[in-house]
T-cell receptor, first 114, second 111 residues
């Protein structure tokens, strides 16, 4: 186990709804990144948070937003859900800003949009 | 554009044999490359990484080779075991904040 926990593990939402996914980073890790993994594909970077601010963003629309809290935990919010948002959402934490081999992934949240 | 790709979507090997998983990348500015293992229902697990100024790096039963001339990366697993069955991803980074993952290779270990 990596010490990165995500909740919930599974979620079913209806198109147009909003969803919030949560991530608790590993102790001592101040950077959290979020990735979207569609079935049969590699993870795609959504954004990264460092010191409670967005540190970088991938090619995702503004309806994907996030937060990082003082305890370094993080949320991913998706508004106006679309069917194509169905995916495994992964959170990764690391002790340093930017990507790092020391990044540890959680088990993910499986989101299904119907 | 940036891309990391894999040559084979599925690799089947006999238990005890060596496995070689290949990956091609296109961004010559990448600083380091990482191999991840992802088992069903779990997040990616770090296996080994290699910096762009290295050609080879060894870990426990795994070796990563980097050929910058042809932009090719490989992961060698010695004495493949049933527990090695998973999807393997290569990922690259070019000093930005994100990792760029390939689409993955599924490794199946036959008993």
């Amino acid at each position: 186990e990596t010490g990165v926990t995500q909740s919930p593990t599974h979620l079913i939402k209806t198109r147009g709804q909003q969803v919030t996914l949560r991530c608790s980073s590993q102790s001592g890790h101040n950077t959290v990144s979020w990735y979207q993994q569609a079935l049969g594909q590699g993870p795609q970077f959504i954004f990264q948070y460092y010191r409670e601010e967005e540190n970088g963003r991938g090619n995702f629309p503004p309806r994907f937003s996030g937060l990082q809290f003082p305890n370094y935990s993080s949320e991913l919010n998706v508004n106006a859900l679309e069917l194509d948002d169905s995916a495994l959402y992964l959170c990764a934490s690391s002790p340093v800003e930017g990507p790092s081999p020391e990044a540890f992934f959680g088990q993910g949240t499986r989101l299904t949009v119907v | 554009g940036e891309s990391v790709g894999l040559h084979l979507p599925t690799l089947s090997v006999q238990e005890g044999d060596n496995s070689i998983i290949n990956c091609a990348y296109s961004n010559s500015a990448s600083d380091y490359f990482i191999w991840y293992k992802q088992e069903s229902g779990k997040g990616p697990q770090f296996i080994i990484d290699i910096r762009s100024n290295m050609d080879k790096r060894q870990g426990q039963r795994v070796t990563v080779l980097l050929n910058k001339t042809v932009k090719h990366l490989s992961l060698q697993i010695a004495a493949t075991q049933p527990g090695d069955s998973a999807v393997y991803f290569c990922a690259e980074n070019n000093s930005s904040y994100k990792l760029i993952f390939g689409s993955g290779t599924r490794l199946l270990v036959r008993p």
